[in-house]
């Protein structure tokens, strides 16, 4: 029996690293369609690996997108500039690569008549909301071209495949964190622990916002339970990924850094440049889907803090871990 083939946008990044290996691991064949602007180390070890397939390409360019797509069942959407800085850097390059895109992605997996579709958005687009606590039906409030970008995204999935046998799926991811095989820290537990290891002091900037967390490994798991559950449970269907154990303000997870990595300095800082705060809720992902996440931001410090020691990261401040620091052409 022919195995069923995923294709993985962005399959080189953060999470997609994580995501293929899960694909393999699963009895998947897996193509990635990637512009590498990281390079390919990510994935390199799997290209001994028959059922893994890596192509260069960019999802801006329909013949890229069109060839990605023979012969697949499903794809799961993952490219694209993440996080507000990097998008801020090239607006136009942003809108192009984050939305303009998503509209080629949509069409031509009607017209390859793929099976699956799903995206990966943020909980980002519920913005500056307070302390209230928000599900998937509250209204947004996007504060920067990152959320807007990914919100367009969403409205052309939903409108886009209505009427066709394409089932769609979007996760709004909450903030990401852990060790993975293409390392960030331009994300908020991973920038502290890396600077509570190395220097042995943080700074909390404002501490009363609200973010959600979820762990790198448990956004793939995320993935792939949408991937594989039945159509009438997740079709034109959105699901906050995270848990609600997993709320915190910024200056709680000084703490859980600080109770990881004794010793550490905490400086508290007023102001904060980032306006966002939202405190979410990810019921829905538990009840219609059964998804539990397996990971606590203490354990994600815990394994960063073990990349250190055992040498597998350089210096931190290197530009690679930082997508605010690459440039999009």
Avoid at 28 to 36: E, I, K, P, T
Avoid at 123 to 140: I, K, R
């Amino acid at each position: 029996m022919q195995k069923r083939r995923i294709l993985v946008t962005g399959g080189a990044g953060y999470v997609g690293s994580h995501l293929v290996r899960k694909l393999l691991s699963r009895g998947y064949a897996v193509r990635v369609l990637d512009n590498l602007l990281f390079g390919d180390e990510s994935v390199k070890e799997l290209s001994s690996d028959p059922d893994f397939e890596l192509m260069r390409g960019d999802i801006r360019h329909i013949e890229d997108v069109v060839q990605s797509m023979e012969d697949c069942y499903g794809v799961i959407h993952l490219a694209g500039i993440v996080g507000d800085p990097a998008c801020e850097l090239k607006p136009d390059v942003t809108h192009a690569i984050n939305y303009e895109a998503t509209k080629i992605m949509v069409e031509i997996t009607k017209y390859k008549g793929l099976k699956r579709f799903v995206f990966a958005s943020t909980c980002s687009v519920y913005g500056a909301a307070e302390d209230y606590v928000l599900n998937e039906g509250s209204v947004l409030n996007p504060v920067s071209l990152y959320a807007e970008t990914n919100l367009r995204s969403e409205q052309i999935i939903l409108r886009g495949f209505n009427g066709t046998d394409v089932v769609s799926s979007i996760m709004r991811l909450a903030t990401v964190f852990g060790a993975s095989y293409r390392m960030r820290f331009d994300l908020v537990v991973n920038i502290l622990t890396a600077k509570a290891v190395n220097e042995r002091k943080i700074k909390i900037y404002g501490g009363k916002q609200w973010r959600p967390n979820v762990h790198v490994e448990d956004v793939a798991e995320a993935a792939i339970t949408l991937l594989e559950a039945p159509a009438s449970a997740v079709d034109r269907e959105i699901f906050n990924i995270g848990s609600n154990e997993q709320n915190y303000r910024i200056a709680e997870l000084g703490d859980i850094v600080l109770q990881c990595i004794p010793g550490t300095q905490v400086e508290t800082l007023d102001e904060s440049p980032d306006p966002r705060s939202y405190n979410v809720s990810f019921d829905k992902a538990r009840h219609v889907l059964g998804y539990r996440v397996g990971r606590t931001v203490k354990s994600g410090v815990l394994e960063i803090e073990k990349m250190f020691q055992a040498g597998l990261i350089g210096n931190f401040l290197d530009d690679i871990y930082y997508n605010v620091k690459y440039r999009y052409k």
